[in-house]
């Protein structure tokens, strides 16, 4: 198929944080109508909508959602408004939507959006609705929860490599660091090693610090023809590489617990269609809902290689100044993870960086990488976006 | 945009009906196995999955279903595996992408599929995971559910083009009559106008016949590039028009409460993509949750005038050996709703029609139409399906 380019055209987002006040509907409203305003789209121009939400129905009782956003925007009721569900990569499955049918013709304009709202509901509670992305008849039935796993993760790669627990922290301790000047994160206080290596132990080897917190918050992206997109701004961010794969539903089908092979698979796709190398990128926002994740990720998409990905924070590789900068907002670990939001907030970071004007800013950012992952390492979307020449 | 042709070249479902024993994965599984052997087509070649659930979160603590059923199936880890909900609609939602998808060129062969798990669960359980459908800030919070709002509707109904009673319980009749045939329907016995009429009151002027019963169950289609479906199968039936619009997400946004505005959009899409008319179509599902939605949609369908369509079941317009044969399969009404199946269970009967081996036969059907909605007709899908040559 020949494949026209995809624009970014406007962003926008709410904090992550503790919104207990706020809506899915209207969370999810506003980060829109951000996005619609700064894009400077009529918004009875827009196409389609599609809307990331992973937990809604269970915390909130609320499915059905994309139309019920789309009457709240005001847009117009001939087009198709769907959600998207797939986990914590829910809002990079619906950015990858929008893209692939702007990609293909279908259409011009499309409105992609991601939402959770996670903290009216007990811990007890979430933690009962995260593990829907479980499979009930293996992993789930056994009482693994998503920290368990990724602590099993954690041990196998200090095993294998000789990662350190001090590697986790460090990690913890640079999202955090990083965090504090983004107005949109959840945490903004820096931390040491020291509390890191002394919150309480959640399940080991992970300890507090070492897990994303329970948020609330939107994204949202107007999606355009990239042909089309001076029409609407001077600073198109354009969609170069998209991936989108799948990987092991339970524990025992994992071949090797240090690699999460859909982040391997849906990168390739991305690497590929944009004909980037992994040392093309500029700046990264990965998925790290937890520390180790942040390391195991690193080395799937192909920045270190496998097993190095904790000495590379050690090292100082992974900071705002390194040699590839990760999570420059905080990530999920200090940002927030609002698990259905995640992947879209991940782009509004990204994007901000390849306009040159994010609070954490990379100097001379020009290519990004987004990686949004679900389940178990299920499911995964990679982005590649690449500021306009 | 030239699109390309897109074929279904295999189709797989359950029976509709009440299996307490089986999850949404087994059920899932089994449509899509029935698909992809029907198609004859070697299941590491499908390129991508969607998968349409309304409330699996809700009632079986089940999200991130798509890659759950794509490893169960034994699919190509490499290909992106989709959940798409919009309340009962999410089966045509699935539907519709693998059209979207092919026919632009992304891909040459989608597995699409739609389940649902409901009858576990106790009834107050499923009203209250239905309402997740409804906005909660307007008509969920004044208590209204989905029979109410269809009560309202046939109130008007009856006022504004003096339908009766009467026309309600034929339509349940009809649906009743029709799925003795069908080994998939959940309801195997004729019923009398009597017996309807005598049915317990449910929502006023709804009793309980005229009202579908909670089901479990799961469809699927193989979709395959038009131009190569001759490879797999000798009777594809070819998709000629797709449509999916939206509709107001609460009453008071109804200007006409006897009209549901998304099933008027959807269809004029898939007519004018299709060059069809509604008196082209030769046999329609549609989705008659309650017996009054059965009328209103076959008058926003085009094929009788707005408040006729009572009238039209009087006349036998709508039997199998009418004018326009509605439901032949018994319709959500009798055969059952398992409600993010529907849409592809739908299509499932239509399929078998085109090819001339439906157990309710209607004499030479070339040309069907699938109607799936969600919502208070929040939401639409309008799919047309043509016998090739």
Redesign the interface.
Known sequence: ??RRGVSIIGIGSTPFTVMKER?I?DMATDACNQAILEAGVDRKMIQALYVGN??G??L?????I???I??SLG?N???????????CSSAG?AL??GY??I????YDLVLVAGVEKMTSASTEKVT??L???????TDRLTGLTFPGFFAQVARRHIKEYGTKIEHLAMVSVQNHANSVSNPRARFREPTTLEQVLNSRPICDPLKLFDCCPISDGAAAAVLCAADRAHEFTKTPIDIVGSG??????CLY?HEDLTTL??TI?AAH?AYTESGLKPQDIDVVELHNCFTIAEIVDSEDLGFFPKGRGGFAVEEGLTAVDGKVPINPSGGLIAKGHPVGATGLGQLYEVVRQLRGDHENQVQNAEIGLVHNM??SG??CTVHIVKRRG
């Open positions: 198929m020949a809506s509907k992973y937990i129905g269970i909130e009782g609320q499915e059905t994309a139309p019920l789309a009457n847009l009721p001939d087009i198709p408004c769907t959600k998207v569900e797939g986990a499955i990858r939507q692939l049918l990609a293909a013709g279908v009962m609705a593990s829907a992305g479980m499979d009930p008849e989108q794969a799948t990987g092991p539903s089908d092979p859909a698979r796709q679900g389940g299920t499911i």
